[in-house]
């Protein structure tokens, strides 16, 4: 009965101290079937990184048609000062994002800040990679407001 008691009390403090690592690394602990990898369709987190030209391409390719199509002749150029921000932040148990930040300039010779995600299967059908993006200073619908502060981790 002691030692049964011993036993209990040893793996309630492992547990207890999984917990505190967890949460002191900003991140909640998950039990391994609850992890994006053991799902049905399981996500691996296998994204493309911040400076990958795929991304990059995405992105210009969303942004200049969004603004061509509604707002008028703003283009993206170029970026530079492009820095990953965050990495799997909200946990083991969530869709796998890549967060990052870079330094956009438009063809007005004008540099803004644009914040942007990229997400496993959140593309066409969930069959691939997407990005989810945010230029401060032209998020005119306020859709990730105060300055693209909701489209970072």
């Known amino acids: 009965m ?27 602990h998950v039990a391994p079937p609850d992890r994006a990898e053991e799902r049905i369709v399981p996500m691996y987190g296998d994204l493309p990184g911040c400076t990958d030209p795929a991304v990059l391409s995405e992105l210009t390719s969303w942004f200049n048609s969004r603004e061509s199509t509604y707002w008028g002749p703003l283009q993206a ?8 921000i965050g990495y799997r932040p909200w946990g083991d148990d969530m869709i796998p994002r890549r967060f990052c930040t870079a330094r956009l300039m438009l063809n007005n010779g004008v540099y803004h800040r644009v914040d942007y995600s990229v997400r496993e299967n959140l593309g066409l059908f969930g069959m ?18 105060p300055d693209c502060k909701m489209a970072r981790p």
Not at 4 to 22: E, K, N, Q, Y
Request: net charge positive; aromatic share 12%; proline share 0%.
């Open 77 to 84: 150029l170029s970026y530079d000062r492009i820095a990953q």
């Open 2 to 28: 002691r030692r049964a008691f011993i036993r209990t009390a040893l793996v309630s403090l492992a547990c207890l101290a999984g917990f505190a690592h967890a949460e002191a690394a900003g991140r909640r």
């Open 128 to 145: 691939t990679w997407n990005v989810n993006w945010c230029v401060a200073g032209l998020d005119r619908e306020l859709s990730y407001a």
